[in-house]
C-alpha cells in the first residue's frame, strides 16, 4: 500500500511564506518524478513544479522565482517552498509522483490528498 501525504497548508497573508511537505510512504521500490499541482474552485487542476529524479526542475509561469521544488531521496520526501504569496495562489495543492512498488515491477502514478493554502490580501 503506497500513500502519498502532504502537510504544511494553512492561511497566510498576501507577501508571506508556507513550505509543504509530502511523503511518500509503504512498498515502494523507486520513486522517479514527483509534482506539485493546485487546484483553485472553479478552475482545472494545474502544474506548479515537477522535479525529476535527477532534480531537473520544471515550474509554472506563474510561480517561477517566488516557489522552489525540492526532494530528500531518503526520506521518500517532496517539498515546495512558496515565497511571496499571492491571493491568487490560493488552492488545494495536491503532490504526486510516478513510482515502482516493490513487487509490482511497473512504474504508477499516485496522488496525495490535497492540502489547502489560502493567501489573504
Known amino acids: 500500500q503506497v500513500q502519498l501525504v502532504e502537510s504544511g497548508g494553512g492561511l497566510v497573508q498576501a507577501g508571506g511564506s508556507l513550505r509543504l511537505s509530502c511523503a511518500a510512504s509503504?512498498?515502494?521500490?523507486?520513486?522517479?518524478?514527483m509534482g506539485w499541482y493546485r487546484q483553485a474552485p472553479g478552475k482545472q487542476r494545474e502544474l506548479v513544479a515537477h522535479?525529476?529524479?535527477?532534480?531537473?526542475?520544471t515550474y509554472a509561469g506563474s510561480v517561477k522565482g517566488r516557489f522552489t521544488i525540492s526532494r530528500d531521496n531518503a526520506k521518500n520526501t517532496v517539498y515546495l517552498r512558496m515565497n511571496s504569496l499571492k491571493p491568487e495562489d490560493t488552492a488545494v495543492y495536491y503532490c504526486?509522483?510516478?513510482?515502482?512498488?516493490?513487487?509490482?515491477?511497473?512504474?504508477?502514478?499516485?496522488w496525495g490528498q490535497g492540502t489547502q493554502v489560502t493567501v489573504s490580501s
Open positions: 504526486n509522483a510516478d513510482l515502482v512498488p516493490l513487487r509490482r515491477g511497473a512504474e504508477y502514478h499516485y
Open positions: 509503504g512498498s515502494i521500490f523507486s520513486i522517479n518524478a
Open positions: 522535479i525529476t529524479s535527477g532534480d531537473t526542475t
